[in-house]
């Protein structure tokens, strides 16, 4: 039997409650495993431990923003003092301060798979017939903003500009907090320049952070962008089917699952946000409606087929590459002129 909208996001919130035990021990040992690999890049001799110590420290900080993502949720360590502490201080550590984070992506939780070129929160979308009427200018901008350059260099173009520089320009005083990441991560990493060399400045400041935000961009840009995501207009858009039919789930090992916080069943914390990070799974296996989401996956040619999608064609009802909608077009073209002989 069917289930109505309201029905489904009723079932989801028996799993919107926290163990409070649980959710200090997550934050607790993701910290401390940061913390040891950090220090493991600075002491350690050999070359090869240093890399291997630099890239498991950005995969922490991946899982690290995946916990402090949930705190803004409100899904776990609400009316905590110290939890408020440290989460604005790992705000600031990962370039995400709280003010612009929270705003941006609450924004982008109430509009998931709405046709947008304003990208607020997300990356924007929208319908071939939008981007056809846009001056050359803005389509280049539109494509830049989608560019599998621009998901790489994450830590320079979302986290650094974006999240930070451009929040501050924007409006300075509701984003001090955006300047003083800004100033914190520019001051530390020049120390470790200036004093430990570049070599460690590269291994314990530089790959982390590039690593984490190159893969939480892919990861957050993958979730809502692949060939079988549906977008809508904001009248026929709905909460709900926006996390069943717009939002994947993407299928990984159980070390990944791990070291990204579970954000792969991503349909199930769109569904509802307040659901702890660790329970996702628990909700997925006990919903019906949850089990038989769109997925992606890591593989090499699903990456590829998710960085290709550019456009919504509401004709075809799916998403569309650039070389498909040239091919819409000199179709067009040649039936007009046609039509016109």
């Not at 993701?30 to 493991?40: E, K």
């Not at 995946?66 to 776990?76: G, P, T």
């Not at 709405?114 to 990356?123: A, E, P, Q, R």
Request: proline fraction near 3%; aromatic fraction near 16%.
């Amino acid at each position: 039997m069917l289930r109505s909208n309201s029905e489904i996001l009723h079932a989801s919130k028996a799993f919107a409650r926290e163990d409070r035990l649980r959710s200090w021990m997550e934050i607790l040992l993701t910290l401390f495993l940061s913390v040891a690999f950090f220090f493991s890049i600075v002491i350690a001799d050999q070359l090869a431990i240093r890399l291997i110590c630099s890239l498991a420290c950005g995969l922490m900080y991946v899982r690290m923003f995946v916990i402090y993502h949930d705190y803004q949720h409100r899904a776990i360590l609400q009316n905590s003092f110290i939890a408020r502490f440290l989460m604005r201080a790992i705000g600031i550590y990962l370039l995400a301060p709280e003010n612009i984070w929270s705003r941006s992506h609450e924004h982008h939780h109430n509009n998931n798979s709405k046709l947008t070129i304003s990208g607020i929160g997300s990356y924007p979308t929208i319908s071939k017939n939008r981007y056809l009427s846009l001056s050359k200018g803005q389509q280049r901008l539109y494509l830049i903003n989608r560019h599998p350059l621009t998901i790489l260099f994450a830590y320079f173009t979302l986290f650094v500009y974006w999240l930070n520089l451009k929040s501050f320009m924007q409006s300075p005083a509701k984003h001090l907090d955006s300047l003083f990441a800004l100033v914190f991560h520019v001051a530390v990493g020049t120390a470790f320049l200036y004093f430990l060399g570049f070599t460690t400045f590269l291994l314990v400041w530089f790959i982390p952070f590039f690593l984490s935000f190159a893969i939480g961009a892919y990861l957050f840009y993958c979730q809502h962008n692949f060939a079988g995501a549906k977008f809508k207009e904001s009248h026929d858009w709905t909460y709900v089917n926006a996390a069943l039919a717009s939002t994947s789930f993407m299928v990984m090992n159980p070390v990944m699952q791990w070291l990204t916080g579970n954000i792969g069943y991503h349909h199930v914390h769109h569904l509802n946000s307040r659901i702890p990070f660790y329970r996702l799974v628990e909700a997925k296996d006990n919903i019906p409606e949850l089990k038989d989401a769109p997925t992606t996956s890591w593989h090499p040619l699903e990456i590829m087929r998710c960085l290709r999608v550019k456009l919504w064609d509401p004709e075809k009802d799916k998403m569309i590459t650039m070389r498909e909608l040239r091919k819409a077009v000199k179709f067009v073209k040649r039936k007009t002129f046609e039509v016109a002989q």
